[in-house]
């Protein structure tokens, strides 16, 4: 079984600055997309930013120049340092992730339980 845990989140004035974290755990062989979703109250539940294996990203247009995406493959574990924070940027956010875990042939994806994130002043 994997699990991912979603870590960072709080309250942040317009223009601050939070890093949200998430760690994979448990029986994994392989992580292949770890991406972050959002979803605001009475929304659907978008993607914010994505990033490969091999280290390919991409933004929403939204958040592009603001939001950085990286991970640490050794440790398993995707970053969202989100900067100029607006209050728009609130929502719960939802790290996701496509793993093949140890004795599978084939991979499937999980996510998180969020973590709130709240731009308010």
């Known amino acids: 079984q994997v699990q991912l845990v979603e870590s960072g989140g709080g309250l942040v004035q317009p223009g601050g600055s939070l890093r949200l974290s998430c760690a994979a755990s448990g029986s994994i062989f392989s992580i292949y997309a770890m991406n972050w979703y959002r979803q605001a109250p009475g929304e659907q539940r978008d993607l914010v930013a994505a990033t490969g294996s091999g280290g390919f990203t991409s933004y929403a247009d939204s958040v592009k120049g603001r939001f950085t995406i990286s991970r640490d493959n050794a440790k398993n574990m995707v970053y969202l340092q989100m900067n100029s924070l607006k209050v728009e940027d609130t929502a719960v956010y939802y790290c996701?992730?496509?793993?093949?875990?140890?004795?599978?042939?084939?991979?499937?994806?999980?996510w998180g339980r969020g973590t709130q994130v709240t731009v308010s002043s």
């Open positions: 996701y992730a496509v793993v093949r875990a140890v004795a599978s042939l084939t991979a499937r994806e999980y």
